[in-house]
C-alpha cells in the first residue's frame, strides 16, 4: 500500500487545516503520526477501517478529528485550534489496528510540513 499525503501548509495559531491522505488500495487501520524538529515521532490519532474505533493522542485530543473515506481509500486529519505546538511534519500511516506504537505500522507515507504561527 502507498500513501500520499496533502493538505499541509503554513497557517496562523487558532485556525483551521485538514490534512489527507490517499491510499493505493484497501487499508485497514489508518493513522496519523508528526515529528517536530529534534523530536522523536509520535502518535496523533487512528481509525479502524469501519470508523467505529478511534484514538487521540491526550495533546491533540478534542481538537483534531479523524475520518475515513473507504470508497476513496482516504483518511483525514481534520485539526481545529491550531497551537504553535502542532508544527510538525506529519505522517499518514496505516496497516495496524490503532495504537501508539510507530512500529507496529507497515505503510508509511512521505509527510506533509504543518507549521503554526504564533
Known amino acids: 500500500v502507498q500513501l500520499q499525503a496533502s493538505g499541509g501548509g503554513l497557517v496562523q495559531a487558532g485556525v483551521s487545516l485538514r490534512l489527507s491522505c490517499a491510499a493505493s488500495?484497501?487499508?485497514?487501520?489508518m493513522g496519523w503520526f508528526r515529528q517536530a524538529p529534534g523530536k522523536e515521532r509520535e502518535f496523533v490519532a487512528a481509525?479502524?477501517?469501519?470508523?467505529?474505533?478511534?484514538r487521540y493522542s491526550d495533546s491533540v485530543k478534542g481538537r483534531f478529528t479523524i475520518s475515513r473515506d473507504n470508497a476513496k481509500n482516504t483518511v483525514y486529519l481534520q485539526m481545529n485550534s491550531l497551537k504553535p505546538e502542532d508544527t510538525a511534519v506529519y505522517y499518514c500511516t496505516a496497516g495496524a489496528y490503532p495504537n501508539t506504537i510507530a512500529a507496529s505500522y507497515p505503510y508509511w507515507g512521505q509527510g506533509t510540513q504543518v507549521t503554526v504561527s504564533s
Open positions: 481509525i479502524t477501517r469501519s470508523g467505529i474505533t478511534t
Open positions: 488500495g484497501r487499508s485497514d487501520g
